[in-house]
């Protein structure tokens, strides 16, 4: 079984075909796929789609640092009070984070909104899942204030330096992320992670974002883990199976995942 542990399924990028999408991911043994919020607005959608698949679909709660706008503060009261009133239903704070790629307009509220979330996380005993863009720095500066034991995640979609990697495994509760761009020969990723144990790594694909060579390009989906996995098998020198056995055990025990008492 592999876990998918960042898709975004439930955007407008699937209405047609939303449910066979899911399927095809499950049929190709990718039986876990965790769902990051994105803002209000994507709550419900988000949410419809983890009732349609209790056993495979795991929501999360937070809101994109890209949709940190003048309404943060409203918007952070309504992500607040969904994660807080539903706590059992949400398996971390996520995807939270800062993004300077788009934008940096508003640069000081992405970082309050990010320490605000890593607090409410802390507090509900949660992981949280890092978006980090453009902005490497600024996201080490806030973990290095408010890690410690009770702090753990995932830093997303990573494509940072060896040095930037081994900071984050060096936090001690943290694992990478790794999607599609490990397959972009121009990312250099390889090269970044080709030292971190495996056991520091958990798979994602980011869908229907970022899909990986051979289907770069294209809309992204949950069941082209397997390509990312595949790569990992040429990083690691490992069988593709050591790569399936060990990526789950990372995701189970970072998101406490309860599979397999749902299947």
């Given at each position: 079984?592999?876990?998918?542990?960042?898709?975004?399924?439930?955007?407008?990028?699937?209405?047609?075909?939303?449910?066979?999408?899911?399927?095809?991911?499950?049929?190709?043994?990718?039986?876990a796929l965790l769902l990051p919020n994105i803002d209000v607005d994507t709550i419900d959608k988000m949410n419809e789609l983890a009732n349609d698949f209790p056993n495979n679909c795991f929501p999360m709660m937070g809101i994109h640092p890209c949709d940190v706008k003048e309404d943060w503060e409203n918007q952070?009261?309504?992500?607040?009070?969904?994660?807080?009133?539903?706590?059992?239903?949400?398996?971390?704070?996520?995807?939270?984070?800062?993004?300077?790629?788009?934008?940096?307009?508003?640069?000081?509220?992405?970082?309050?909104?990010?320490?605000?979330?890593?607090k409410w996380a802390k507090e509900l005993q949660k992981p949280i899942v890092i978006h980090a863009r453009d902005s490497f720095d600024e996201i080490f500066e806030i973990v290095d204030e408010l890690n410690d034991d009770q702090l753990t995640g995932v830093f997303h979609c990573f494509t940072g330096t060896k040095e930037q990697a081994e900071k984050i495994i060096n936090y001690g509760g943290f694992k990478i992320g790794i999607g599609g761009v490990i397959t972009?020969?121009?990312?250099?990723?390889?090269?970044?992670?080709?030292?971190?144990?495996?056991?520091?790594?958990?798979?994602?694909?980011?869908?229907?974002?970022?899909a990986p060579v051979p289907k770069r390009g294209k809309r992204n989906e949950s069941a082209y883990i397997l390509h990312i996995a595949e790569k990992l098998t040429d990083i690691y020198q490992v069988p593709l199976l050591e790569i399936e056995k060990q990526t789950t055990l990372n995701a189970i025990e970072l998101f406490n995942l309860k599979i397999n008492d749902k299947t």
């Open positions: 079984m592999f876990i998918d542990t960042h898709t975004h399924l439930f955007v407008d990028a699937f209405d047609r075909d939303r449910k066979e999408v899911v399927q095809r991911a499950i049929d190709h043994g990718v039986e952070l009261e309504i992500i607040k009070k969904e994660l807080f009133s539903y706590p059992e239903k949400y398996i971390a704070v996520g995807e939270i984070g800062i993004d300077l790629y788009w934008d940096k307009t508003h640069i000081e509220e992405q970082k309050e909104v990010f320490k605000r979330q890593i972009y020969k121009k990312a250099k990723v390889d090269e970044a992670i080709r030292d971190i144990s495996l056991k520091h790594i958990v798979l994602e694909t980011d869908s229907p974002y970022l």
